[in-house]
């Protein structure tokens, strides 16, 4: 074992080197607006918590009662005996939210993009992923076997090249190779949106499916909250809904939404699905209860007072890195050191909000990811600003 240490002590030099180390940071505070880290508490500007509902009492209730129910564990896989009444409630219910046909829940939204990519793929289709979509999607895009292609961040003509590029290929193949693209709605990282109805109509005309990831976006936009794909008007156009239970909804896990065909095809070949025990009965009640509250004239409100803060706080930046709507405002640093440093300034002064660097984003892109909620103040967001201008983050308008 010395020596395997040893290479392992020399890689995490080079990350120290490089201002790439990361370490955990022990929390000992439920998730909002307050979080206590090194026994200093912070303003918390890095949640997505976007609607403040990670420590609201009707999910918290919900998750007791589904423990008390049905226990701490599902004990088997959902394929075995482990899905339980509150999984089965959790699809309904977002099937009816997103408007589908049907909907089906995994344990994380990295389980769910995997689970959807390599089951629906194989080593003679083409998947075509925008680059800055998220690790998950990447990562389940090499894993299924399919001829990958990337296209420009948001770049439609980009995309298009690509596409003719497969439908040539398919042409002159024996048998049409299956086409998925596949694109964040609200990406991760800069807040900015895909353009959901282009891609719709370009993926129409080169007969492929498309896939959009709403984690950023379920539970913030459109008329019942289901999404920007709802927004836009294309949701019924949509072959492959997917998103996560841990941002806007409060919860934990991810899921995937469309057809009745492609819910029960996921459930006999989503690998991530079948082979894995089903999440804690807790965490599938509390997410139910998340998505009624979404719904609901208090979700409404929660997304009035978190676009006003966004819009208060776009009006203080001399410089908005996107003109989209979006609570993810990042403050671009560039160096990934300076980067560090200026988190390291910001807990100084009571803000927390770390440094995100490669590989999350690219080499010489690093920045302070910063997320507002609909639960922080206007004090909160007047301490913020002060502590950025403070720093030179921010420009005075």
Known sequence: MHGFDQELLARLDRLRGDGLYRELRRSDSPSGTQIRVGGQTLLNFASNDYLGLANEPLLKEAAIKAVEKFGAGAGASRLICGSQAPHHELDETLAAFKGTAAALSFSSGYAAATGAIVALLGKDDVVVVDKLAHACLIDAARLCGAKLRIFDHNDLGDLEKLLRWAADRGASATGRPRLLIVTESVFSMDGNHAPLRELVELKDRYGAWLMVDEAHATGLY????????????????????????????????????????????LINRARTFIFTTAPPPAAAAAATAGIELVQSAEGARRRRALWEHVAAFRGQQSSPTSEAQSAILPILVGNETEAVD????????????????????????????????????????????????????????
């Open 342 to 397: 200026a988190a390291a300034a910001l807990r100084a002064r009571g803000i927390f909000l770390p440094a995100v660097r490669y590989p999350t984003v690219a080499r010489g892109k690093a920045r302070l990811r910063l997320t507002l909620t609909a639960a922080h103040t206007e004090e909160d967001l007047s301490r913020l600003r002060q502590a950025l201008l403070e720093l030179h983050l921010i420009r005075n308008q």
């Open 222 to 265: 459109g008329q019942h909250g289901r999404g920007l794909a709802e927004d836009a008007g294309v949701g019924e156009r949509v072959e492959v809904q997917m998103g996560t239970l841990s941002k806007a909804i409060g919860a934990a896990g991810g899921y995937i939404a469309g057809s009745r065909a492609l819910i029960d095809y």
